[in-house]
């Protein structure tokens, strides 16, 4: 005799067994260009990555201020949950930046998920959880930096190389692309950039040898407007800087892998790349590398390079160039100011590109010298086969993506300063798709680590440094006109420093490293200041001493 | 050493419930291929047999990233859930004993996604198997590059 089975019926949405109300009210229903043109007007809102198209990362909310801050209290609490196999468990991290629209958060996490929250009680409102595959090619990490909105929608890219628009009212997905090959070693961990009726993407998977490019997206449709490759082909503009009968180009890297910034008065997008591939072997790759480890500046419309500098020209040191191009002006100039993983601050003019002066950041940089016109000169490189070449700053940088933030009202950048040197050691491979090809051993120095938050006039001079305690620093600052900057730090103090001197005003310590970027807002006329707080990420680059300390996936948000 | 006549011994022991160690061991146990529709969509059943605390099978494979309906079998005379991967959520269902149920699964591919049983007492057990998407990115999302060696 045969039982009937017992009907289970059909499987469903685990968020239903839930006090979620999956629903939000409308709030990126009015967000278009013109809204985001005038981003830092908004200030209860922080409605694009930076929170401006500028990159400056500063608010001119002031009722939290120097005065004050040391009443800041813990608003609320999301906690993020982190359970099964994940790709990269060891190194997921909260990265992102989070939005703030009108009283709702959209905050972006690790393995494809995205939240949205009351931004006053932090009550989740709705979640989005794409499905990440635990095999995906992730260097270094299951991370990712945020999100976009505009047009009653959310957007995010995942893990596994795709771009998702969700309706910000409930988190349904209204389209996908997939926008790399994650059989190639692509992934992608960057908040999109919208702009016009486009958004801007790019790609990550330097350290497998593929070819940079950055994309713009249709906002409706998720039609492709257009790509561009950071690394030439034979007979392209800049292919005369690779090995004219190689196939080094096919797996040159790139990456655009950090959100860009824009000037909409000369329509140009400024692109920071990443890496050439191999990274430390670069005699399979002969010439200055173009265009990585550079800006690009492109036509926003047509994603034409209308002009580039690079940075480090044919980096053997792994000297990504991806963090932030921030904006500003000085003595009637349009200028862009960078702080490059190869411990130099450069400022250029933002219009063509012509270099303004350059200055060093950090206290060790030993692998070469840029003299302040941009004379690169390198003198330590792994260069033979097995000898090691030890080197400051390490491959993660005298600052690494997190970003510095600026106070125009001061001129002052606050920058968030690693002092970790790494040896390095080539051991040449052939390459093979999907791989890891970096053509050397690398080992990060455990200890002998120092790093500050410093703040630095638009000339380079320092002005004041909040030193660490043997610690590199490895999260975004937050400038606001209330004279405090943000900064959290890899033991887990969140602190307040004053603009103008870096006096510690308050601090508290959060329970887990800091390795994301804060933002603030207000609802009901309340300031509020809103910080990732899960420690993780490529930390055996970043901070090898630490990457035994645990993981966190919290949301903390602070008022008065 | 292991010789190849072994291998299928050696598995045995390692796939089911109080064998070599108290569950089955990740990746262990049986492997089916999804099947493909007319339409594109994929069908493929699951099934906990009795007191094996196992998935069957362990590793399935899909021809390509897509929909997927799955018919879910309960045939143990013990209570278990199933917690799938899919985008927009992962999607939950209870199973009681001797129970039968569906789901259907949005997956990108290619790359291998794990389920299991989030019930009491089943978690970190055999009851954990991978869905297996094969195939390739759409031309549109490849480098534009010549064919690149793989490993």
């Known amino acids: 005799m045969t039982l009937e089975y017992v009907d289970a019926g059909k499987a469903f949405n685990h968020g239903q067994l839930s006090q979620l109300p999956h629903s939000a009210p409308d709030v990126t229903r009015g967000i278009d260009y013109e809204r985001i043109l005038r981003a830092r007007d908004e200030s209860q809102n922080w409605i694009t990555y930076y929170g401006d198209y500028d990159g400056k990362r500063h608010s001119l909310l002031d009722q939290v201020n120097a005065e004050n801050a040391k009443d800041l209290k813990v608003a609320w609490i999301f906690q993020a949950s982190a359970t099964g196999m994940i790709a990269s468990t060891s190194t997921y991290a909260f990265e992102a930046c989070p939005l703030i629209v009108d009283g ?25 959880k794409h499905a990440i595959p635990i095999d995906v090619t992730l260097c270094c990490a299951n991370v990712n930096r945020g999100c976009a909105v505009a047009n009653g929608k959310v957007y995010m890219v995942t893990q596994n190389a795709q771009l998702v628009a969700l309706d910000a009212t409930n988190g349904r997905k209204i389209w996908q692309k997939t926008i790399g090959d994650v059989r190639a070693g692509e992934s992608a961990s960057i908040a999109p950039l919208v702009i016009k009726d486009m958004l801007i993407t790019g790609s990550a998977g330097g350290e497998y040898g593929v070819r940079g490019h950055i994309d713009a997206w249709d906002l409706e449709t998720g039609e492709q407007r257009w790509r ?23 797996r040159g890297g790139g990456n655009h892998w950090v959100t860009g910034t824009y000037d909409p008065e000369l329509n140009l997008y400024y692109a920071g790349t ?9 005699a399979v790759r002969e010439g200055d590398n173009l265009y990585t480890d550079s800006v690009v500046a492109l036509d926003v419309d047509t994603g034409e390079i209308k002009w580039h500098y690079q940075f480090t020209p044919h980096d053997l040191w792994d000297y990504d160039s991806t963090m932030e191009m921030t904006l500003f002006e000085r003595d009637g100039k349009k200028l862009l100011a960078h702080f490059d993983k190869n411990g130099y601050m450069f400022v250029l003019d933002r219009t063509n590109g012509e270099l303004q ?7 060790r940089i030993d692998w070469g010298v840029i003299t302040r016109d941009g004379k690169v000169t390198p003198r330590k490189y792994p260069d033979k086969e097995g000898e090691p070449c030890h080197f400051f700053p390490g491959p993660a940088g005298a600052k690494e993506w997190t970003h510095a933030s600026y106070n125009p009202e001061h001129d002052l950048f606050y920058v968030p300063v690693a002092d970790v040197g790494a040896t390095a050691t080539r051991r040449r491979r052939e390459f093979k798709e999907g791989m890891p090809y970096w053509g050397a051993a690398v080992e990060v120095d455990v200890d002998n680590m120092a790093g500050s938050v410093s703040a630095f006039d638009s000339h380079g001079e320092e002005k004041w440094r909040y030193r660490l305690n043997n610690m590199p620093m490895a999260a975004s600052t937050l400038s606001t006109a209330g004279n405090v900057v943000f900064a959290g730090t890899p033991t887990g103090e969140f602190l307040a420093l004053h603009a103008e001197t870096g006096e510690k005003l308050w601090s508290f310590q959060c329970g887990s490293g800091h390795h994301s970027s804060p933002s603030t807002y207000t609802v009901d006329g309340k300031q509020y200041i809103a910080v990732p707080v899960g420690w993780g990420g490529w930390l055996e680059g970043i901070v090898p001493g630490m990457s035994g300390q645990g993981h966190g996936a919290a949301l903390i948000v602070f008022s008065l | 050493m292991t010789i190849v006549q072994e291998r299928e011994d050696l598995l ?47 590793v399935l494979i899909l021809p390509h990233a897509g929909t997927l309906e799955l018919t879910i079998i309960n045939d143990d005379k013990n209570t278990h859930a199933c917690l799938l991967p899919s985008n927009g959520d992962k999607q939950f269902i209870s199973l009681v004993n001797h129970s039968k149920g569906s789901a259907t699964l949005e997956l990108d591919g290619p790359g291998c996604y794990w389920y299991g049983s989030p019930a009491g007492n089943d978690e970190g057990r055999g009851l954990t198997a991978a869905i297996v998407v094969t195939g390739e ?15």
């Open chain 1, 274 to 282: 990443g890496n050439p591939a191999p990274d430390f072997d670069g």
């Open chain 2, 137 to 151: 990115v759409p031309p549109e999302a490849k480098l534009d590059r010549p064919a690149q060696p793989r490993p």
């Open chain 1, 228 to 250: 561009t490759y950071t690394v030439p082909k034979p007979g392209e503009p800049g292919s005369e800087t690779w090995p004219a009968d190689g196939e080094a180009w096919q």
């Open chain 1, 357 to 363: 002066h350059v200055t060093p950041f950090v206290d």
């Open chain 1, 104 to 128: 709702v958060m959209f905050v972006t996490g690790w393995d494809g998920w995205l939240w949205a929250l009351d931004a006053k009680t932090g009550e989740q409102l709705w979640r989005y």
């Open chain 2, 12 to 58: 045995a022991e390692l796939g089911g419930q109080n064998k070599a160690t108290i569950g089955a061991v990740l990746g262990t146990g049986s492997i089916a291929k999804a099947t493909e529709r007319a339409d594109g969509t994929m069908e493929a059943t699951i099934r906990i047999p009795e007191d094996a605390m196992v998935w069957e099978p362990a």
